[in-house]
């Protein structure tokens, strides 16, 4: 079974700075997608980013970007010029390959990400 | 395009009684996954369904809850009879067919059992 770590249960930053979100998995196969969702207060899930696994390149969406390095299975991401918008728990995903019965998503526990202003 | 719609977005009964929490996922999708939030065990997957038929519901806690999806537009949670541990947000969530397109949440039920 898959399993997604996020190791920082709590993160805090000045407004303005780069603050960067860590997360394992870990998976036997080769071809899959990753996501990062944001749950502000208000506790909706919104999609912050997500990431093919046969992709080199890093997804970027403005100012959130993404470090995916495939052998180390690890799947950080980088907020850029946080805003006090930005604060909110933040959730990494796993999604199997695209077979029957695979779409469903393995969560991480969260990072609650804080923006000091 | 309106998004995944829930209702009701604030429940509060008491122990014993039936719940249902009601779902309309976003029009076109084919998949629509029920989930349950709480602080001890985070976001838990209770049961998904494709193209209205139940896939996985190896999530469901007891017999005491179930799901239906009639119809492409609709589904419901149904937790009967409803104890104090099942106090929690339920997300509704929904995704299309196409490889490896994210799922959608809606705003979720917090559920008081008291």
């Known amino acids: 079974a898959q399993t997604v770590t996020q190791s920082q249960p709590e993160m805090s930053v000045q407004e303005a700075e780069t603050v960067t979100l860590s997360c394992t998995y870990d998976?036997?196969?080769?071809?899959?997608?990753l996501f990062w969702y944001k749950q502000p207060p208000s506790r909706q899930m919104i999609l912050v980013i997500r990431?093919?696994?046969?992709?080199?390149q890093n997804a970027t969406e403005n100012r959130f970007s993404v470090n995916f390095q495939k052998a180390a299975k690890s799947f950080s991401l980088k907020i850029s010029d946080s805003q006090l918008g930005d604060t909110a728990m933040y959730f990494c995903?796993?999604?199997?390959?695209?077979?029957?019965?695979?779409?469903?998503?393995?969560f991480g526990t969260g990072t609650r990400l804080t923006i000091i202003p | 395009d309106a998004g995944v719609i829930q209702s009701p977005r604030h429940e509060v009964t008491e122990m014993g009684q039936e719940v249902t929490l009601r779902c309309k996922p976003i029009?076109?999708?084919?998949?629509l996954f029920w989930y349950r939030q709480t602080m001890m065990r985070g976001l838990e997957l209770l049961i998904y369904?494709?193209?209205?038929?139940?896939?996985?519901d190896s999530g469901m806690p007891e017999d005491r809850f179930s799901a239906k999806m009639p119809n492409a537009s609709f589904s419901t949670l149904k937790i009967q009879p409803s104890e104090p541990r099942d106090s929690a947000v339920y997300f509704c969530?929904?995704?299309?067919?196409?490889?490896?397109?994210?799922?959608?949440f809606g705003d979720g039920t917090r559920l008081s059992i008291l």
């Open positions: 969530a929904s995704m299309t067919g196409a490889e490896g397109q994210p799922q959608h």
């Open positions: 995903a796993f999604m199997k390959p695209p077979n029957f019965g695979n779409e469903k998503l393995t």
């Open positions: 029009s076109g999708h084919n998949s």
């Open positions: 990431q093919e696994a046969y992709k080199q």
């Open positions: 998976t036997s196969e080769n071809n899959y997608y």
């Open positions: 369904f494709n193209n209205n038929v139940p896939i996985d």
